[in-house]
Nanobody, 127 residues
Framework: VQLQASGGGLVQPGESLRLSCAAS??????????VGWFRQAPGKEREAISC????????YYVDSVKGRFTISRDATKNTVYLQLNNLKPEDTALYFC???????????????????WGQGTQVTVSS
């Protein structure tokens, strides 16, 4: 059972990246899991930034990324994406995806709800 996060990189302020969270080895497809994206900057605590629910793919964002980041799901590829637009230096962090198998109607920003975690992909925004 593995979540593989990828797509990070070094970009300038205002540029974009698309992060991917690909699932492998799960007994059921990733579309049956709520998926959250978290990030952790150096010296700071891990924070939830977005999640997508199971039944209707409802999406949620923290205020700091709302309007700039978009989470989406491609069931055919067993992958969840996080589109990062208009990146700012304060977005620099290690980004993680995680899966919650509880099939709650509304996805959670609580890290303790997520049983499966990817290894993280680094996003660095600098001029």
């Amino acid at each position: 059972v593995q979540l593989q996060a990828s797509g990070g990189g070094l970009v300038q302020p205002g540029e974009s990246l698309r992060l991917s969270c690909a699932a492998s080895g799960f007994t059921v497809p990733l579309r049956h899991y709520a998926v959250g994206w978290f990030r952790q900057a150096p010296g700071k605590e891990r924070e939830a930034i977005s999640c997508i629910s199971v039944y209707d793919d409802s999406t949620y964002y923290v205020d700091s990324v709302k309007g700039r980041f978009t989470i989406s799901r491609d069931a055919t590829k067993n992958t969840v994406y996080l589109q990062l637009n208009n990146l700012k230096p304060e977005d620099t962090a290690l980004y993680f995806c995680a899966a919650d198998p509880r099939m709650a109607r509304v996805c959670s920003f609580g890290a303790d709800r997520y049983d499966f975690w990817g290894q993280g992909t680094q996003v660095t925004v600098s001029s």
